[in-house]
């Protein structure tokens, strides 16, 4: 049976916009809680249809305001996540305290569902503070809500996403660009419709699989994604190896910027291959392969980065010419 009401916090981010359209274009209501309705309403806003959605400015510490959104939904779901730490936003605020709160008022307000997007690598990655703060989060929603359902995906693509779209403008203007590790490190990139497709089927098939790991339909080093991308945007750039002391040093200048580039916890975290462990099911065993494959679907959108953008591609010249 299809949910009636999905809860979605952090809907206005990469995933959950892709969410809102993949689930309301199914039938299913969502109500979108952001912390600024003025700042982000008119792009959640625009990811649905009059009536399959709502958007509530809300403190997601405000337990009387999440108790009456919950008492609306039948599914809850978790997409707030932070990759450094600013002010009051510590890792352990944003992914181990609301997410454990989240979860036990879900459970109180039995809910069908309790969905939450963790991060796929974070038992390996041991010395990161982003990873422990991600295993610590799953650990208590899992007290607090046995039969959530744990999304851990490898790293997630898409046209508006954070990371290949960073990557081609820094490729771009950057005439050498530092690999760390030796570009070694292997991702599993998963599309964000892939991951997408994930949720919904595990909200409209009921699934309750603890842990599940998201991936695409690959494995690719760093460097291999540096190249994929270079091609794409018809670029030759230098990839240069760099010593980790001093990648360590500048990450600590990086991290003093309000938006850091790179942070000395993300370069440990860089340290570790993010594909499946072998210890989780994965999307494909519950019957949700991913489809989409890197170097494809970055070409829908890289010649924006390319000399010329899209008159580089031909898709301009008149059939005549
Ligand atoms: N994207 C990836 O490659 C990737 C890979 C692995 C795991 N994940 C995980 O998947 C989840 C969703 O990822 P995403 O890329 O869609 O996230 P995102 O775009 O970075 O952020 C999602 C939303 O979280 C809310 N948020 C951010 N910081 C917050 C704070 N300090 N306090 C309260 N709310 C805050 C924001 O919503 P408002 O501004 O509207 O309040 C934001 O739109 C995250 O948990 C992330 O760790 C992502």
């Given at each position: 049976?299809?949910?009636?009401?999905?809860?979605?916090?952090?809907?206005?981010?990469?995933?959950?916009?892709?969410?809102?359209?993949?689930?309301?274009?199914?039938?299913?209501?969502?109500?979108?809680?952001?912390?600024?309705?003025?700042?982000?309403?008119?792009?959640?806003?625009?990811?649905?249809?009059?009536?399959?959605?709502?958007?509530?400015?809300?403190?997601?510490?405000?337990?009387?305001?999440?108790?009456?959104?919950?008492?609306?939904?039948?599914?809850?779901?978790?997409?707030?996540?932070?990759?450094?730490?600013?002010?009051?936003?510590?890792?352990?605020?944003?992914?181990?305290?609301?997410?454990?709160?989240?979860?036990?008022?879900?459970?109180?307000?039995?809910?069908?569902?309790?969905?939450?997007?963790?991060?796929?690598?974070?038992?390996?990655?041991?010395?990161?503070?982003?990873?422990?703060?991600?295993?610590?989060?799953?650990?208590?929603?899992?007290?607090?809500?046995?039969?959530?359902?744990?999304?851990?995906?490898?790293?997630?693509?898409?046209?508006?996403?954070?990371?290949?779209?960073?990557?081609?403008?820094?490729?771009?203007?950057?005439?050498?660009?530092?690999?760390?590790?030796?570009?070694?490190?292997?991702?599993?990139?998963?599309?964000?419709?892939?991951?997408?497709?994930i949720?919904?089927h595990?909200?409209?098939?009921?699934i309750?699989s603890?842990?599940l790991?998201?991936?695409?339909?690959?494995?690719?080093?760093?460097?291999?994604?540096?190249?994929?991308?270079?091609?794409?945007?018809?670029?030759?750039?230098?990839?240069?190896?760099?010593?980790?002391?001093?990648?360590?040093?500048?990450?600590?200048?990086?991290?003093?910027?309000?938006?850091?580039?790179?942070?000395?916890?993300?370069?440990?975290?860089?340290?570790?291959?993010?594909?499946?462990?072998?210890?989780?099911k994965?999307n494909?065993e519950i019957g949700v392969?991913?489809?989409?494959?890197?170097?494809?679907?970055?070409?829908?959108?890289?010649?924006?980065?390319?000399?010329?953008?899209?008159?580089?591609?031909?898709?301009?010249?008149?059939?005549?010419?």
């Amino acid at each position: 049976m299809k949910a009636k009401n999905c809860l979605i916090f952090g809907g206005s981010g990469q995933i959950g916009r892709h969410l809102i359209r993949k689930l309301t274009k199914n039938n299913i209501r969502v109500t979108v809680v952001t912390r600024n309705i003025h700042q982000k309403s008119y792009i959640i806003k625009t990811q649905a249809n009059a009536g399959y959605i709502d958007i509530v400015e809300a403190n997601i510490y405000d337990e009387v305001k999440i108790r009456e959104l919950l008492s609306n939904a039948d599914t809850c779901i978790n997409l707030i996540g932070i990759l450094y730490e600013k002010g009051g936003s510590t890792f352990k605020n944003i992914h181990v305290v609301f997410p454990s709160l989240l979860a036990k008022l879900s459970k109180e307000y039995d809910l069908k569902n309790f969905i939450h997007v963790s991060a796929l690598g974070i038992n390996e990655a041991k010395d990161s503070d982003y990873a422990k703060s991600k295993l610590e989060g799953e650990k208590s929603i899992l007290i607090n809500f046995p039969m959530a359902t744990i999304l851990r995906p490898s790293v997630v693509y898409s046209v508006d996403d954070n990371f290949t779209t960073n990557l081609m403008t820094l490729l771009n203007r950057l005439p050498a660009f530092p690999i760390y590790y030796n570009g070694k490190t292997k991702f599993t990139p998963i599309h964000c419709s892939d991951l997408t497709d994930i949720i919904y089927h595990v909200i409209s098939n009921d699934i309750n699989s603890k842990i599940l790991e998201c991936v695409g339909p690959e494995e690719i080093t760093f460097k291999e994604i540096l190249q994929k991308l270079l091609k794409s945007i018809n670029k030759k750039r230098l990839l240069l190896p760099f010593p980790i002391f001093l990648a360590n040093l500048s990450a600590k200048i990086f991290q003093l910027m309000p938006k850091p580039l790179l942070t000395e916890d993300q370069l440990r975290l860089l340290k570790y291959d993010n594909i499946i462990s072998g210890k989780y099911k994965t999307n494909s065993e519950i019957g949700v392969p991913s489809k989409f494959y890197f170097e494809k679907e970055i070409e829908k959108y890289s010649f924006m980065w390319r000399e010329g953008g899209q008159f580089s591609t031909g898709k301009y010249i008149k059939k005549d010419d």
